[in-house]
Structure formats: C-alpha cells, structure tokens
C-alpha cells in the first residue's frame, strides 16, 4: 500500500469557521509534510512531522495548526482564515524525511476555498 | 535566479511525438525527483534519481550530475500525458525538496 489518503477533497469555509484537514498513511512512513500550492506554483513547503515531533514550521501563521495524533495521522487545524489562504493543501509522507534517497509521497490534496 | 529552472514552461505535442523536459539546478544534490501532476491536484512521484539514468514504460529520466542537469523524455506520447511535470531536488545540505515551476504539457490527440 503505496498511499497517502487525504480528507475531504473540498472544503468551502467562512472566515470566522473552525475547519480540520486529515491525512492518513499506512507505510510506516516516519515524516509527514503539510504543502500548501496556489494555481500554477510549486508546492510551498509547510511543516514537518518526524517521529510524530514538529520538525520544521516554515513560518506559518497560527492560524494554521498541525498536529500529529500518532505516526500514521496528520491533521492540518484551520481557524479564521483568510481568502487568500484559498489553495490545494498537499500532505505527503515518507520514510525518513533526513534520509538522502527519501522519496515522498503525495496524497491527492484538500481544495480549500475561504469566503 | 531559481535554483532549478525548468524548461520549457509550457509544452504542447501531438500524440506518438517524442518529448523532453530539461531540469537545470545550480546547487548540491543527494537526489532528483520528477513528479506528475495532474489537473485536480494529486502529485504522483515518477523517478527519483541520484546518477545515470531510469526508465519506466515510455518515461526515461536521465541525470548529469557534472552538468547540473536532468532531462525526462517520454516517448510516443499520448493524450493522457498530459499534465505538469516537476522536477525537485534534495540538497546535499538540509532535507527539504526545492522545486522547480514545472512544465505544463498538453498532448493533442
């Protein structure tokens, strides 16, 4: 099982609402990646998860929230977003994120569009 | 400048033509991945390479390492092929991928 499975595929949400974003792997993939990717762009890295820890927050505003409840979940915790916070937000995962010939695999997205 | 340019940014064939998608990148690298990326968003990783050279069905990927250069050719390229490709690469310092701006592919029946 080679998947990264992501939930729910589109979200529409005010900007005074309380959203969550899921991801789910079962490779036994120690590192967990937010990306967040607007129209046309390559995906901008986010956070990291290795071994369920917060490696890297690229400075993102807190009202984005990551947490990872255990090796196999990371939730993405959203709260008075703005519009143009509108993207695909991609989770991916892999083995051993400092790993040299890590390779990452993505899930197939959240479209969040904030009104 | 980016540290890895793609080229060309927009790319469009007829089906059964031959197709190259160049990847250039001005720092050090343990690895190079090509991803597809299809309309509606899911990120598929197709090769992942550290030298020489790979091939899956009608997709090749090559590495020069000395030239800082990669390239991804598909052969007799079909309408389902078309999507973007991006190339990303891992520094050999840090563990971040860095991605280019990828290559928008149409192919026309």
């Known amino acids: 099982d080679t998947e990264v499975t992501q939930t729910p595929k589109h979200l529409v949400m005010g900007m005074t609402n309380k959203k969550s974003l899921k991801c789910e792997q079962h490779m036994g993939h120690r590192a967990m990646y937010w990306y967040k990717q607007k129209a046309k762009k390559p995906p901008e890295l986010m956070f990291v998860y290795s071994y369920e820890k917060l490696s890297i927050n690229e400075s993102v505003p807190s009202r984005f929230s990551p947490e990872c409840p255990n090796s196999s979940l990371l939730n993405l915790h959203l709260h008075a977003l703005q519009p143009e916070d509108s993207a695909l937000y991609l989770c991916?995962?892999?083995?051993?994120?400092?790993?040299?010939?890590?390779?990452?695999?993505f899930g197939p997205g959240t479209r969040l569009t904030v009104l | 400048k980016n540290e890895v340019e793609q080229s060309p940014q927009n790319l469009t064939a007829q089906e059964e033509e031959f197709i190259t998608i160049n990847c250039s990148y001005s720092v050090g690298i343990s690895a190079l991945h090509w991803l597809q990326q299809h309309p509606g968003g899911g990120i598929v990783s197709l090769f992942m390479l550290s030298s020489g050279k790979k091939k899956h069905g009608r997709l090749i990927a090559t590495i020069n390492i000395q030239e800082k250069h990669s390239s991804l050719h598909i052969t007799a390229s079909h309408p389902r092929d078309s999507a973007v490709y991006i190339c990303a690469v891992k520094r050999t310092s840090g563990s971040r991928l860095t991605f280019g701006e990828g290559t928008q592919l149409t192919v026309n029946p």
């Open positions: 991916a995962s892999s083995q051993d994120w400092q790993g040299e010939l890590d390779t990452q695999y």
